[in-house]
């Protein structure tokens, strides 16, 4: 995948930097699919389920939430690193069209606020999911019950 001289090419950047957007597409879509599923499954069924049934279903959603959100990290921390190697060889001379110092710092400030916002957001995910679960009273409510 990579240059056998020590510096990646301009194509080879741009390849990864594909290969990393279709990776984060995936884990984002995934991630979405788990947590509207999960709501469905609180609407039409773990609502009014016996507490031990909603229990394990939060378990098993709480192990695939944290599955997906390590992936994600996994994605900025392989931005991160693409982007050392990158200014690695900027500074050792290489020039590279698509990387001037704008861009780095641009992606250098993403990937560190990305992180901070999605640990955010997984957090305020399962503390809502959390609520939703064990908390909220489905039966009182006319929302509850499915057609």
């Known amino acids: 995948m990579f240059s056998w ?7 080879e950047f741009l390849n990864l930097n594909a290969q990393i957007l ?4 995936a884990v984002t879509a995934t991630t979405i699919t788990l947590i509207f599923g999960y709501l469905a ?3 039409f069924f773990l609502g009014r389920a016996p507490r031990l049934i909603r229990s394990m279903g939060f378990v098993f959603f709480t192990i695939a939430l944290m599955w997906m959100w390590g992936g994600q990290i996994n994605i ?3 931005i991160d690193s693409m982007l050392g190697r990158a200014d690695l060889a900027i500074s050792e001379g290489t ?12 992606w250098t400030e993403w990937a560190t606020y990305a992180k901070l916002g999605l640990n955010g957001i997984f957090v305020f995910v399962w503390v809502s ?6 908390l909220y009273d489905w039966d009182r409510h006319e929302i509850s019950r499915p057609l």
């Open 5 to 11: 001289g020590g510096n990646m090419t301009e194509i």
């Open 22 to 25: 279709e990776a984060a597409g």
């Open 41 to 43: 499954g609180l609407y």
């Open 76 to 78: 900025i921390n392989l």
């Open 95 to 106: 020039t590279y069209v698509f990387l001037t110092n704008e861009t780095m710092l641009f």
């Open 129 to 134: 999911f959390l609520y939703a679960t064990f």
